[in-house]
């Protein structure tokens, strides 16, 4: 028996929905601006949700592995989300506070702090952002830029850092980019980054890395390579957006150490890998390595918005007033972003991510058996990527076929008619990705397991 023949045994099919045009999707399409995204590939309008499962307006209910893109660690509406937010309200604290004190933010700032690891955490100071993870990268420029007089970043190929213009200006996507001519952040210079399956270099494994490592050092020391010291280089440990991908941790540890010796501060930009989502409770610590610069958002906040940059006190330069916002004294996802740490911590949901990844990465691994359009499956812990390729197509320097978006499309579409929620993501939109909440259970990711594979099966 194949593996997806196993697979669809474990769980009976659920039943094919189809999807119309109801009031709500309406009128969303006729108000809504045209950059509205989601709901052109999930067509879907909402009205109850409970851990991974959500419930639309007809009544059908969902697996949802997109969990609103990573920030949902604990599923929807967990009950020690839901009694902060009610202690919160019962208390009659203020809801907003700008960046002024209160119990209920010291408490957050020892419970973030408590789950950074100690040394860094022994020199650390936090800046409140607005409630977006794009305000804290513009937040964490601002800050680098202070401290140490140079303007020039560094950023990687395939980063996504957010989509106001100084973040947008350190992406690789181009699509976002190109109807805004030129940006209004100058400065940044792009790097290959360490793909395995598409390396730049056309390499992969160690040769690869050491490449990588190579050419950035040389950038770094060559006085005729063009580009300014920087004062710093962006670095997501697992590229999201760009198509999950992991970073190799020899080229982490030489990242850090190449870095170090030039004077140059590493900022890693944990916004969608942070908190236990890879295994660890930060994904750079499965390198072991120490940043100068944690920028943090998404799960940080228990499902509310939340946005704060975590940095090395010798960075701490800047002047008051230097990066401000109206909405960073949000209590009430202060005290849901401290229910989840806390339930974190006391339930070891890394270790539990780490297993249940392993768990959904064996499944979609053993599918490649009998899906060759399954061309690579990649990432960690519950942060999990499949790259759908066309094996009919010209192979690439690595002899990798190319991938085929139009094909992840159609999976897409098919997962969600068997109530399965997944996301696009990647170069060409080709890689399906998985972020489940962090509490599914090994029973959970068979039943995702099974729903993708049939999904598989009826659109090839």
């Known amino acids: 028996m194949s593996a997806a023949d196993t697979l669809a045994a474990v769980t009976p099919a659920p039943t094919l929905y189809t999807f119309e045009q109801t009031p709500l999707l309406a009128r969303q399409a006729r108000q809504e601006s045209n950059a509205r995204s989601y709901p052109r590939r999930l067509p879907l309008a909402l009205k109850r949700a409970r851990g991974i499962e959500v419930e639309d307006v007809e009544g059908r209910t969902f697996i949802d592995c997109l969990a609103g893109a990573g920030t949902l660690a604990l599923g929807h509406n967990h009950p020690v989300v839901i009694d902060a937010i009610r202690q919160v309200l019962d208390s009659e604290l203020p809801l907003h506070t700008l960046d002024l004190t209160t119990p209920v933010k010291d408490r957050f700032v020892q419970d973030l702090f408590g789950v950074l690891p100690p040394a860094f955490a022994a020199q650390a100071r936090i800046q409140f952002c607005g409630p977006t993870g794009t305000d804290a990268v513009e937040a964490a420029l601002k800050l680098v830029r202070t401290a140490t007089g140079r303007s020039t970043v560094l950023s990687f190929q395939g980063g996504y850092h957010g989509m106001s213009q100084g973040a947008l200006s350190l992406m690789g996507s181009?699509?976002?980019?190109?109807p805004l001519g030129s940006l209004l952040s100058h400065g940044v210079q792009f790097l290959p980054y360490p793909h395995d399956y598409r390396c730049p270099f056309g390499q992969g494994g160690a040769a690869a890395v050491r490449t990588h490592l190579h050419y950035l050092e040389n950038l770094l020391s060559d006085p005729e390579g063009g580009v300014l010291p920087p004062a710093a280089v962006i670095v997501e440990v697992v590229?999201?957006?760009?198509?999950?991908?992991?970073?190799?941790?020899?080229?982490?540890?030489?990242?850090?150490?190449?870095?170090q010796a030039a004077g140059v501060a590493l900022i890693v930009d944990e916004i969608q890998s942070g908190f236990a989502r890879t295994g660890r409770?930060?994904?750079?610590?499965?390198?072991?390595?120490?940043?100068?610069?944690?920028?943090?958002?998404?799960?940080?906040?228990?499902?509310?918005?939340?946005?704060?940059?975590?940095?090395?006190?010798?960075?701490?330069?800047?002047?008051p007033g230097a990066h401000a916002g109206t909405f960073r004294g949000n209590q009430m996802a202060m005290a849901a972003g401290s229910a989840v740490l806390r339930y974190l911590q006391d339930h070891n949901m890394a270790a539990h991510a780490a297993a249940m990844g392993e768990r959904l990465g064996g499944h979609l691994r053993a599918l490649q058996s009998d899906f060759p359009r399954l061309g690579d499956v990649r990432g960690r812990g519950l942060m999990l990527g499949v790259e759908i390729v066309d094996p009919a197509g010209a192979a690439d320097a690595q002899g990798h076929p190319p991938a085929d978006g139009a094909?992840?499309?159609?999976?897409?579409?098919?997962?969600?008619?068997?109530?399965?929620?997944?996301?696009?993501?990647?170069?060409?939109?080709?890689?399906?990705?998985?972020?489940?909440?962090?509490?599914?259970?090994?029973?959970?990711?068979?039943?995702v397991a099974e729903r993708f594979a049939a999904a598989v099966r009826a659109a090839i």
């Not at 181009?174 to 190109?178: D, V």
């Open 239 to 259: 590229q999201g957006e760009g198509g999950v991908i992991p970073a190799d941790l020899d080229w982490l540890r030489g990242l850090r150490r190449i870095t």
């Open 174 to 178: 181009l699509g976002p980019k190109q």
């Open 407 to 447: 094909l992840a499309s159609r999976i897409q579409r098919e997962c969600l008619k068997r109530g399965l929620i997944l996301e696009l993501g990647g170069r060409h939109g080709a890689v399906v990705r998985f972020l489940p909440p962090l509490i599914i259970t090994p029973a959970q990711v068979d039943t």
């Open 281 to 319: 409770m930060f994904a750079f610590e499965h390198a072991g390595i120490e940043p100068d610069v944690i920028v943090l958002s998404k799960a940080i906040g228990g499902s509310l918005p939340l946005a704060v940059v975590v940095y090395n006190e010798a960075l701490d330069t800047w002047r």
